[in-house]
């Protein structure tokens, strides 16, 4: 009785909260439903078609297309290698302070977001991939070092020790005992992240990060919504490419 009576008073301090949010929000869904909201609705929806197809926006598509790929890549790869490195710290391979201290800014790293990443990169070194590189890769490396460093805290210890225990030195026990078993997880988290970071760099354009995003918010600035409608369409063909790739890849690898 007492359970049920909890869950009576949660259920209602949800509700509760919900609608004060409504009021404190002041949300009108009734102008969705009216006459003039419908036209207006309407109308901005059937301004996205049919999409520009033209050869000379079609060619800028696929430009941007590139450009939003090579920085999902390149950010990914730089967050990879920087993040097996600090992982090593992170798992304590260098020491308890090296592994807290290390662990303190991997939580730094993935705490920030990656569009206030690329706010903050745009700013730095200006507008363009550039900065949406930067932006992944300083997140990206927040969370595969994470990743990264638990893999190797499960990692089983007794062929590297085997190895020292044989007269080899820390690299090549690590290299020879450790490695290959967290290898194939390093690889699919990776693989993972940047099926993650190809949406985000799509996004990241809207802060000036370049690529499709970019090319987006510009489009819809313009009120262009048919070649907004293409690049739309360019994102979710790119990102279900990608997805099934990195699904093959990874399907592969375990």
Known sequence: MKRILANLVTLTLLCGAVAASFIWLQLDFSALVT?????????????????????????????????TLAISAIGTLLAALFGAVLSLLAAGRMGA??????RLLLNALRSVPEL???????????????????????????????????????????PAVALRESGAGRITA????????????????????WENNIRMAAVLGFVGAGGLGQMLH?????????KASSVIIAMLAMVLLVDALSGWLRARLG
């Not at 302070?97 to 290390?102: G, Y």
């Not at 290959?180 to 992240?193: E, H, I, N």
């Open 218 to 226: 510009v489009t819809l600035s313009l009120f262009q919504q048919s």
């Open 116 to 158: 206030v990443w690329a706010a903050l990169m745009v700013l730095a070194a200006g507008l363009g991939p550039f900065a949406g590189t930067l932006a992944l890769a300083l997140h990206t490396t927040g969370v595969l070092g994470r990743l990264f460093a638990e893999a190797l805290e499960n990692t089983p210890t007794a």
């Open 174 to 193: 690590f290299l020879y005992g450790t490695l290959p078993g967290v290898l194939p997880q390093w690889l699919s988290y990776t693989l993972y992240r």
């Open 35 to 67: 006459a003039d909201g419908r036209e207006q609705m309407a109308r901005y929806v059937a301004a996205f078609f049919p999409p520009n197809t033209t050869p000379a926006w079609l060619a800028k598509l696929w430009q941007g297309a590139l450009e």
């Open 97 to 102: 302070v090296a592994r807290s201290l290390c």
